[in-house]
Nanobody, 120 residues
Framework: QVQLVESGGGLVQAGGSLRLSCAAS????????MAWYRQAPGKQRDLVAS???????NYADSVKGRFAISRDNAKNTVYLQMNSLKPEDTAVYYC??????????????WGQGTQVTVSS
């Protein structure tokens, strides 16, 4: 069993910063890509940022230069540093990993989501 536990969401004023964390626990054996997605009310879930096992990153155009994704492989944890937040960043943020337990196939795991609200 693999669990992803997210933390760090909350309410912040426009221009402020937040740091999200997502830790994978349980019987996870190996992780490839780790990523953050977000979903605003009435909209689809979109990729925010991703990072490969060797540290290659990818960002949505809307967050480039403001957000930074990183990971700590020893802790099976991915982070999302969000700076210069805008009201349009308001959404539920989900972390996801592509990983496997010992003896299993690779699959995607998702966290429960954490709310980020940016007030104007």
């Amino acid at each position: 069993q693999v669990q992803l536990v997210e933390s760090g969401g909350g309410l912040v004023q426009a221009g402020g910063s937040l740091r999200l964390s997502c830790a994978a626990s349980g019987s996870i054996f190996s992780i490839l890509t780790m990523a953050w997605y977000r979903q605003a009310p009435g909209k689809q879930r979109d990729l925010v940022a991703s990072i490969t096992a060797v540290g290659r990153t990818n960002y949505a155009d809307s967050v480039k230069g403001r957000f930074a994704i990183s990971r700590d492989n020893a802790k099976n944890t991915v982070y999302l540093q969000m700076n210069s937040l805008k009201p349009e960043d308001t959404a539920v943020y989900y972390c996801t990993i592509n990983g496997r337990t010992r003896g299993s196939n690779w699959r995607d795991y998702w966290g429960q989501g954490t709310q980020v609200t940016v007030s104007s």
